[in-house]
């Protein structure tokens, strides 16, 4: 059984650039959770998404948008990056929407400058 | 609104020692679920251990217990025999209903373990 996976594990861009992360979720799992994490802070949640619809969604702005795909994998998009977005990007999946039993992925570290 | 305060931001351990992490909660709501997680440097949050608002019984997870006292609204993590590789951010979480869904975790800021030899 393989457990969530995420890629790139780094990524660097620019202001003003957009960004694509991507998210494996673990085997039969069929929710996916996006968090981001700033630098010694705890992670605060942006969206979830179920059966490939979104499920909820924290206090981000439009221009942090997502997808999950028929295999339950899924995409986490960013436009117009901003010096505050930079963060480690965290993916959690679970079987169910009730939050109990939540697997995390590695994370990607994105930099923006 | 659901609220996790941790309010050591850092503690230190001598290996094979009992270590207690606090953590308090704010919440109007009967049911609820507190976790409490491992960040490794590594970046990844490692599960360990699951209480429910309605268990009677404080929960157990090998080395990890969790000290629950619903009318304080506490829930702190005790690690029993620290290890060297216990080292680690500990992210105490409970399970925001109104979140828009029903999955997402709130997280408290962190308290950094330290295990000395």
New interface residues.
Partial sequence: ETGVTQSPTHLIKTRGQQVTLRCSSQSGHNTVSWYQQALGQGPQFIFQYYREEENGRGNFPPRFSGLQFPNYSSELNVNALELDDSALYLCASSLETSGRGQFFGPGTRLTVL | AQK?TQTQPGMFVQEKEAVTLDCTYDTSDQSY?LFW?KQPS??????LI?QGSYDEQNATEGRYSLNFQKARKSANLVISASQLGDSAMY?C?M??PY????????????TKLSVKP
């Fill in positions: 996790i679920g997680y590594s970046g990844e949050m490692i599960f699951y992210f979480a399970r925001d979140g828009g869904s029903q999955g997402n975790l709130i997280f408290g800021k962190g």
